[in-house]
């Protein structure tokens, strides 16, 4: 399972790696913004994103994401300070698929990705 993690703080990227990892989930890549992050959406599994980055913001990016049909179904959660109810509405209107707000703890990253994955990728069947 591939992840990309996008947010222009290095602090945060590194306490998301940390939590993540706390899952097994180590295979991380990171970008500091949008532009950045789509540069790198090939074999990935699951994107965690900011909101508020510069050069291109998480919403602009999650919109360029879900306008390519190869990425409809690529799992996105947005872990931002956007708290009010119309922002998560409009994240979620826009194709994220999840959403938490910041400071988080490591037990509520680790419940809403593993939700997240198991609504996104159910399991398959045996071949």
Same mark, same amino acid.
Request: net charge neutral; proline share 4%.
């Given at each position: 399972?591939?992840?990309?993690?996008?947010? #222009? @703080?290095?602090?945060?990227?590194?306490?998301?790696?940390?939590? $993540? !990892?706390? =899952?097994? $989930?180590?295979?991380?890549?990171?970008?500091?913004?949008?532009? &950045?992050? $789509?540069?790198?959406?090939?074999?990935?599994?699951?994107?965690?994103?900011?909101?508020? *980055?510069?050069? %291109? #913001?998480?919403?602009? *990016?999650?919109?360029?994401?879900?306008?390519?049909?190869?990425?409809?179904? $690529?799992?996105? *959660? %947005?872990?931002? @300070?956007?708290?009010?109810?119309? &922002?998560?509405? &409009?994240?979620?209107?826009?194709?994220?698929?999840?959403?938490?707000?910041?400071? =988080?703890?490591? !037990?509520?990253? !680790?419940?809403?990705?593993?939700?997240?994955?198991?609504?996104?990728?159910?399991? @398959?069947?045996?071949?």
């Amino acid at each position: 399972m591939k992840v990309l993690v996008i947010e #222009d @703080s290095a602090t945060t990227r590194r306490i998301i790696k940390k939590n $993540l !990892a706390a =899952f097994n $989930l180590t295979d991380i890549e990171e970008a500091e913004n949008g532009e &950045e992050a $789509l540069a790198k959406l090939d074999g990935i599994d699951i994107v965690l994103t900011d909101w508020n *980055m510069p050069v %291109m #913001d998480g919403l602009t *990016m999650v919109k360029t994401i879900r306008a390519n049909p190869k990425y409809k179904d $690529l799992p996105i *959660m %947005m872990i931002t @300070s956007q708290a009010a109810k119309k &922002e998560v509405i &409009e994240a979620l209107k826009n194709g994220v698929n999840g959403y938490i707000v910041k400071p =988080f703890t490591a !037990a509520t990253l !680790a419940e809403k990705v593993k939700g997240l994955l198991a609504r996104c990728n159910p399991v @398959s069947e045996a071949e």
